[in-house]
């Protein structure tokens, strides 16, 4: 038996590590991932569950009801790999974000654009109002994406804020949670309270994170019901939008970010002979072109496998 749940929910603990990999990186979405890994209906249903009439079933002591009500087991998977990634792949991520910029954000450039075209093929009716939702998320994620951080207080009340304005976004395919902790000055802030294990911080933005996340996904269920397509172009939208922020060949800006440090995604996009004539650097053209391939199969790759399992990744209750 506890083998049999191993098997079953295995692979979702390997999406969740996924997740966590990507939404360490600002410019990239765990909820990219979610999505061309096919869990993301899933998981807005599952967190969508959890309510008042789920809490009442905690509170009487009726776990078993409670946890499958909230799909518990199919969370916890999740949520686990994701903690993993998070405490074994931060160094390594930060590490090839450091030393290997332009191939990582060719492989995830090539990865953002493969999902975008997933989500469009998901599109049942091609409507007018569908191509224009789309466009209006491609608008707001170029504009959020252009904004430049900001200077803010680190006051107890910012950081709840900043949890719930982030997991929106990491929620969101295509926005990254990590970059708008970046615009809101609290990117390193937050890292470094991790690092150093300050719980009161963890414990603040943490429940912000819940807040946020335990609203806003019933809003963005009630769009995938009532506006399925609309929704959708959206999504697709704010990926395409996004894109500005992974182009490999970028050309650092000093004093982008607060206190004189110039940061990766705070940097002007290049052509790549541009990148050669002001960096001196190889342009690693051949590599990168590779790698957004690599990208683009992997996505597609992990669509068909989705496709074949969807029987069984459609329920993962207990």
């Excluded at 190889?282 to 072109?289: F, G, N």
Aim: hydrophobic share 55%; charged share 10%.
């Amino acid at each position: 038996m506890v083998l049999k749940i191993v098997q079953h929910y295995l692979p979702v603990t390997v999406k969740g590590v996924l997740m966590g990999a990507a939404d360490i990186i600002p410019g990239v979405s765990g909820g990219t991932i979610a999505f061309i890994t096919g869990i993301y209906e899933t998981l807005i249903a599952s967190l969508k569950s959890i309510n008042s009439s789920a809490l009442r079933k905690l509170f009487r002591f009726e776990l078993r009801s409670f946890w499958k009500t909230i799909n518990g087991n199919f969370l916890l998977s999740l949520i686990l790999g994701i903690l993993i990634s998070i405490v074994t792949l931060s160094n390594t991520i930060v590490f090839l974000l450091e030393h290997h910029t332009l191939l990582l954000l060719s492989f995830f450039f090539g990865l953002i654009i493969a999902s975008a075209v997933v989500i469009i093929r998901r599109v049942r009716t091609h409507s007018p109002a569908a191509w224009m939702a789309g466009a209006g998320g491609a608008l707001a994620a170029f504009l959020i994406t252009s904004l430049s951080p900001v200077t803010t207080p680190e006051s107890w009340w910012f950081i709840f804020l900043s949890g719930a304005i982030a997991i929106c976004a990491m929620i969101l395919p295509g926005i990254s949670g990590s970059f708008i902790l970046l615009l809101l000055g609290k990117y390193s802030f937050i890292l470094g309270a991790v690092k150093e294990l300050n719980l009161a911080i963890i414990v603040i933005f943490g429940a912000g994170c819940l807040t946020g996340l335990l609203g806003f996904v019933r809003i963005l269920s009630k769009l995938l019901q009532r506006y399925h397509d609309q929704t959708m172009t959206l999504l697709a939208g704010i990926m395409i939008g996004s894109l500005t922020k992974v182009w490999p060949w970028k050309v650092p800006v000093p004093d982008a970010v607060p206190g004189g440090k110039s940061a990766l995604l705070f940097s002007s996009n290049v052509m790549p002979e541009t990148y050669l004539q002001i960096t001196g650097a190889d342009p690693l053209v051949i590599s990168a072109m590779m790698l957004m391939t690599t990208g683009l199969l992997l996505v597609f790759l992990l669509e068909y496998i989705s496709a074949k399992t969807h029987s069984s990744l459609a329920d993962y209750s207990s």
